[in-house]
């Protein structure tokens, strides 16, 4: 039987977080669109990342209360014992009220214009979904995510969970050993901790996307206040015993350690899904990685009308970056090829832990960089130690300020401390407003407030400026 063909300006292949932000923009700018989805439908970010990892967060942290009460001298006469066999099924029931809202868009969507299939490129104007339908197109939006995947060696014992599993799990085990050192497995091995579980995550030097030494060792010793980390660990052997796994490792001491525990999640790698897609027969380039290489303002790949966005295009994507990407994607595929939309969002990545990560433009390695094309930086050190980090018995972290030597811009930081993720969104506001360091410093900033410790980075900053003693070097607050 010969297959259906229809057409349409723009397909946007892919309905998640990026993909549906492209299919809105696109629809906006006038074009023709049709969305195709294989399934399941709802974003990830809502079935197994930013949604259901911060409803498991929150109820570590409710059952961690009563360990925050205590730096405030109460003394809790008997401790709080909890159940949790019913966190996962709360967790899920609250999720289902955040995907019905993805899944109310979806499906108002004319039905000519969503069609549930598996996608793939006959060639740079024509994709087929299934067997029975081919559609013709001008341009084209790649928006299909990525899906994590367990090691070849954890693999072969069988029963490892990724992240995807371990939510649609019936109960929290007593004993977690999670593999990764990016958000999701951080993240996760710390509200598993609160909840009680005797949790070991191990993970690589590097802490999640930081590159600044300084602020990768503050972030990992405060974290291990509130949850095993094994850093750099050289795993010699894993064995299964019965429904148990037993690890053997070598710590960063090179001390030998074993641990028991019931349940492993492989939480470090993830591949983005365009398998059969055969995006490489019709000439779009991939990185080594196996991620679609894109041109990073514009979005588009190798083959100029076919853009790519969200976690397709990179490991390093969250969910606000992603749609931001599907924005500039659907904007630039429907208005082709008239004048594009630069990307030229300041970047900032959270990591929503206690004391929360965060980068904000560019990353230390960015500013070094640049620094070798003759674009010298002064650094700005403040820790967050007084004010109100004092009074809640938070003081703890430490802010690291870029800035430029010659114009005094900001150009990026990188910061562990309690509530950094507002510092972050405040300061990629004054990147965006192109704010100096010496304007930042003499910001008016309420009292308490956290805050304050941006004013402290700032005059660090500018005081390493007017010292101009030399191409990188910093003063500390």
Known sequence: MDARKISCDCIIVGA??????????????????????????????????????????????????????????????????????????SLRASRAQSTTEVLSFLYKIPDDERIIGKAGFIDAHHVHVGENLIIEFKTAVIATGSTPVIPYELGKLGGILTT?????????????????????GLRLGQALSYLGVDVTVFCDENLWLLTDETVIAKTRELLRKSMKL???????????????????????????????????ISAGSRYPKIDGMKLRDIGIKLSPFGFIDVDEKTLQTSIPHIFAAGDVIGHKMSTNLAKET?????????????????????????????????????????????????????????????????????AQGLIRLYCDLQNHCILGAEMCAPQCDHLAHFLALAIQKKMTADELSTFCFFHLTYEEALNDAAKAAVKAINQRKGTNYYARS
């Open 164 to 184: 995807d599993d371990f939510f649609e799990t019936d109960r929290i085990k007593n004993s977690v050993a999670v593999f990764g050192s990016g958000l999701v």
């Open 326 to 394: 599907g924005r500039v994607a659907g904007f630039n595929a429907a208005n082709l090829p008239h004048k594009l939309e630069m990307n030229s969002s300041v970047a900032v990545h959270v990591l929503p832990t206690e004391p929360a990560a965060a980068i904000v433009g560019l990353s230390f390695n960015e500013v070094k960089e640049r620094a070798k094309l003759g674009f010298h930086f002064v650094i700005g050190e403040s820790h967050a130690d007084k004010g109100i980090y004092r009074c809640e018995h938070t």
């Open 16 to 89: 998640g977080s990026a993909g549906i932000e492209a299919y809105k923009t696109a629809k906006q700018n006038g074009a023709q669109c049709i969305l195709v989805e294989s399934g399941p439908l709802g974003t990830t970010a809502h079935r197994t990342g930013d949604i259901p990892s911060c409803l498991l967060f929150a109820a570590g942290k409710a059952a961690h209360t009563n360990v925050d009460a205590e730096k405030f001298g109460l003394k809790f006469k008997n401790k709080a014992s909890f159940d949790k066999s019913n966190v996962l099924n």
């Open 230 to 264: 094994s850093v750099n660990s050289n795993i010699t052997s894993i064995e299964k015993h019965g429904d148990l796994y037993g690890i053997y490792y070598l710590d960063e001491n090179n001390f030998e350690n074993f641990i028991t525990v019931e349940q492993i």
